[in-house]
């Protein structure tokens, strides 16, 4: 993981990139999941090592799967639901901006828990609920909001991009006390989170540009970790 002097969000998918290809690479998973990777995977174009036996792409839209091409095996789960039924383990799981959109957080822990195999890992890429545009997520209805992401971030609706998926920011934390805290009796044995500070949402707004971004420096250079705006959350069965 990159360790600059702060930790601003212009690095944080790299680094949750890095995280993830070093994982594979020295831990050697053989069986991996991602969430929600059906537009576009974690591991990118890469060649997958021979060690790696599965990998699988599992959503809660069937019409999100249909994208998926035969080489991967796919899983349709609400990752926030019931997963009682799934009887496969993953020695990985990973997700890039998922968790944000599971209405109870410590559900969704519960259930990677469940569907992790024992020295399993599970790395997510979040948004953190505290940062000012998140937080307007939140407590703003999605119509209006969605309407706000279009005129700021319009590459995000160009056809290639997601788009805007409801999300609720349940346990999207970006301090490891917390988290801790919040999942001691999941049952994990290890969890460490990596917060990342700034956004790019303000770029456009002249004023509150600079403010935001000053805040978010003086909070990144004390660790004020509830004005993080992403977090890489690592759990460990
Ligand atoms: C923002 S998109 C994923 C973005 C993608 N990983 C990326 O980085 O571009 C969120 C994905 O999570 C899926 N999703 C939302 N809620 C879910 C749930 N409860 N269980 C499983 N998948 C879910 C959505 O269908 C969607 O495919």
Not at 141 to 160: H, I, N, S, W, Y
Not at 166 to 186: E, F, H, I
Not at 195 to 214: A, M, P, T, V, W
Request: proline share 4%.
């Amino acid at each position: 993981m990159v360790q600059s002097e702060i930790r601003w969000h212009t690095d944080c998918r790299q680094d949750y990139l890095d995280t993830v290809w070093n994982i594979i690479t020295d831990e050697k998973p053989a069986r991996i999941m991602e969430i929600g990777g059906t537009t576009s995977r974690s591991t990118g174009d890469k060649t997958l090592p021979d060690h790696v036996t599965s990998f699988t792409i599992s959503d809660i839209s069937a019409e999100e799967l249909s994208h998926v091409s035969d080489e991967f095996d796919t899983l349709q789960i609400n990752a926030c639901g019931d997963v009682s039924h799934v009887d496969q383990r993953f020695d990985l799981i990973m997700s890039k901006f998922c968790g944000e959109h599971m209405p109870d957080g410590k559900q969704f822990h519960k259930n990677m828990h469940h569907l992790l195999a024992d020295g399993g890992v599970a790395v997510h890429l979040v948004p953190t609920i505290f940062a000012s545009p998140f937080l307007i997520n939140w407590l703003f209805p999605e119509q209006l909001t969605r309407k706000a992401v279009q005129l700021l971030q319009p590459r995000r609706f160009d056809g290639q991009n997601t788009g805007k998926f409801p999300a609720y920011y349940s346990l999207c934390r970006g301090s490891t006390p917390y988290m801790r805290k919040a999942l001691a009796d999941v049952g994990f044995s290890s969890i460490e989170v990596h917060e990342y500070y700034g956004h790019h949402y303000y770029d456009k707004i002249f004023g509150l540009r600079q403010l935001d971004n000053g805040l978010a420096r003086l909070c990144a250079r004390h660790e004020w970790a509830v004005y993080s705006s992403y977090a890489i959350i690592i759990t460990r069965k």
